[in-house]
């Protein structure tokens, strides 16, 4: 009989390369998503077929990490094999702004969904999607006893989420593991993300679409790898005897001006001429370097990472440029200056 897996923040980056895996692995997948005016599952509508149709391996559900009523629901209903928590307020700048919600969904969402779990008595294992962040101004290179000393909600939120998850391993014996995983990326990102933000204002440069690039701190420093390589290390983690937490990286460190002159290059352009700071996207408190240190995720679940972030940026460069033409058709429309 095949396995049954939970995914909340099934339409994001990392849900949606997760699920990819898990239905080629032969799982029975089960999403959450929120009830919104409009759907926002273009990242797996290539893998969700007509709903009604009885082989359909990808089930999706409405929910919500502020509702504790349905996650209990949808758990003894499930009844999972294997629950992936990704789902989160993830912008760290978006978190200085929002800071309550962030708290609310990030941070009390996982204890929610632990709750479930153990309300329900569903036998489970648990994987909380925990972040770099959570270190914040502590020094690299950062491992998994390396203190956490958050510098945004974000990270804040992130680190009660992590300590939920120990405490639930500790005090009911559950299999409840943190991938504390470094700032990963692909074709996937969400557009506002930095990485992203950058490869594609080079797609609409290069078509001539647009003049200028605004960032923020160029001189932060950031551990960048692959989101498609990530995912397959939070399934090793459920796959071990007992949960635990496991650092996931690259070890490589490079500057967010080093991606940007990565990505222009490659396009053939000169990143000075089209690239400017602005201080609206910085952070009121800054991280200034993550580097992650994955010793032991290779150690005990043989995972390491094969894309770097220079390989990263040119992948996502050209799937940005691909997916802009694909956009116009031949029908350029200068705006966005």
């Known amino acids: 009989m095949s396995k049954s897996a939970l995914v909340t923040g099934v339409t994001g980056q990392d849900g949606s390369y997760l699920t990819e895996l898990l239905l080629e692995k032969g799982y029975e997948v089960h999403g959450v998503i929120r009830r919104a005016s409009t759907f926002n599952t273009d990242r797996i509508d290539h893998v969700y077929q007509d709903p009604h149709d009885p082989d359909q391996r990808l089930i999706l559900h409405h929910g919500d990490l502020s509702d504790a009523t349905m996650l209990v629901n ?10 992936y928590h990704l789902g989160a307020q993830s912008h760290v700048k978006v978190s200085f702004e929002m800071p309550e919600y962030t708290g609310d969904v990030t941070g009390l969402g996982t204890i929610r ?3 479930a779990i153990r309300a329900s008595g569903v036998d489970t294992r648990f994987y909380q999607a925990s972040s770099s962040e959570m270190f914040g101004s502590t020094p690299p290179p950062q491992n998994e006893d390396t203190p956490f000393h958050p510098r945004s909600p974000y ?9 939920a998850t120990v405490n639930y391993r500790e005090a009911y014996g559950m299999h409840a593991t943190n991938g504390i995983l470094f700032n990963h990326e692909s074709p996937r990102r969400g ?31 950031r551990d960048w790898g692959y989101a498609k390589e990530y995912v397959e290390a939070q399934w090793l983690m459920l796959q071990q005897p007992m949960g635990d937490d496991y650092v996931v990286a690259t070890g490589k460190a490079a500057t967010v001006r080093d991606f940007v002159v990565e990505a222009f290059g490659h396009a053939g352009l000169d990143w000075e001429k089209h690239v400017r700071t602005d201080a609206r996207y910085e952070r009121p ?36 440029r691909q997916q802009l033409e694909d956009q116009l058709s031949g029908k350029l429309v200068r705006v966005d200056r």
Do not use: C, H
Not at 155 to 163: D, E, F, N
Not at 286 to 298: F, Q, R, S
């Open 285 to 320: 408190s800054e991280v200034d370097a993550l580097i992650g240190d994955a010793t032991k995720a290779k150690r005990q679940l043989g995972w390491e990472p094969k894309t770097d972030w220079r390989e990263l940026a040119r992948l996502m460069v050209d799937a940005d």
């Open 74 to 83: 949808l758990m003894r209903d499930v009844r999972p094999d294997e629950v």
């Open 155 to 163: 990270g804040a939120a992130k680190v009660y989420a992590y300590w």
């Open 191 to 221: 557009e506002t993300f930095v990485t992203r933000k950058i490869t594609r204002a080079v797609a609409r440069v290069a078509a001539g679409l647009q003049d200028y690039l605004y960032l923020g701190n160029l001189d932060a420093v």
């Open 113 to 115: 969904l632990l709750e």
